[in-house]
């Protein structure tokens, strides 16, 4: 699988009232309608600026807070192909996997917000083509890139009637 997109950084400690304000999931469940707040606490009009592809980019414990599951069906509606961050929350990492949304643990540092990225998920490699150099993210398990490459962990069972990754 390989994505590109731009960038838009982001610090640490980036929890779940942060991606999406509940005060915003009262008034409606409509995904798409959400998508539009997303970030708007820390980054008003951040929904603007993103395009289909694009990357948010973190520092450690991404997705910390409650385990709202909405979290990262929320930044995958509003066009997020994938979020790279030096660690995530764990309950965060599991459900954004689940839903099809790809993480990946990496060196943040050396991304700027802007810089455009291309990202092989399955190998973890990540080319920062603004600065013109090449990291490593650490390698997901074969699992998960199954899980990921399938949409997730609901359509992988919809497809295979149980949770066992195919061999090949």
Same mark, same amino acid.
Do not use: H, K, N, T
């Given at each position: 699988m390989d994505l590109k997109g731009k960038a838009h950084k982001f610090g640490d400690d980036i929890n779940t009232d942060y991606i999406m304000s509940s005060r915003h999931r009262a008034k409606t469940l409509d995904y798409a309608e959400l998508a539009k707040h997303?970030?708007?606490?820390? @980054? *008003?009009?951040?929904?603007?600026?993103? @395009? *289909?592809g694009d990357f948010i980019v973190a520092g450690t414990n991404f997705g910390c807070g409650s385990s709202r599951e909405y979290a990262p069906k929320i930044i995958q509606t509003g066009g997020i192909a994938a979020i790279l961050a030096k660690t995530f929350a764990r309950i965060f990492y599991r459900n954004a996997i689940n839903l099809g949304l790809p993480l990946l643990e990496c060196d943040t540092d050396q991304v700027e917000d802007g810089d455009v990225l291309r990202v092989n998920l399955a190998r973890g490699e990540i080319f920062n083509e603004t600065r013109e150099r090449s990291f490593q993210a650490h390698p997901m398990p074969e699992f998960m890139v199954t899980l990921l490459q399938e949409g997730g962990t609901a359509n992988f069972i919809r497809k295979y009637g149980k949770f066992q990754v195919p061999k090949g």
């Open positions: 997303l970030m708007e606490d820390i @980054r *008003p009009g951040f929904y603007a600026g993103v @395009r *289909p």
